[in-house]
Nanobody, 121 residues
């Protein structure tokens, strides 16, 4: 059974930083792409960052490009999302997702429960 557990969310002021973590168990972590999504109340879930199996390729939504960094540690079965220069519009539930194969182009098949990030103005 594949499990994804996020941590690191919380309340932060505008301009602050947070690092989210997602620990994965139940599959060969290093073979699959990983992604971070977010969903704000009343809005659709959006993919904000993804990383391929090796960490050698990443992609970001325009809304977070230059502020957020996705990375992975295959030895620890963990993917991270470093978030800098946070804005109130970054407030959302952040979810980790595991890809269906080594690249994010094929989509995601497993999801975590999410961790809440709230940015105060």
């Amino acid at each position: 059974q594949v499990q994804l557990v996020e941590s690191g969310g919380g309340l932060v002021q505008t301009g602050g930083s947070l690092r989210l973590s997602c620990a994965v168990s139940g599959r060969t972590f290093s073979s699959y792409a990983m992604g971070w999504f977010r969903q704000a109340p009343g809005k659709e879930r959006e993919l904000i960052a993804a990383i391929n199996w090796s960490g050698g390729s990443t992609t970001y939504a325009d809304s977070v490009k230059g502020r957020f960094t996705i990375s992975r540690d295959n030895a620890k079965n963990t993917v991270y999302l470093r978030m800098n220069s946070l804005k109130p519009e970054d407030t959302a539930d952040y979810l980790c997702a595991a890809g269906k194969n080594s690249s994010w182009y094929r989509g995601f098949g497993y999801w975590g429960q999410g961790t809440q990030v709230t940015v105060s103005s």
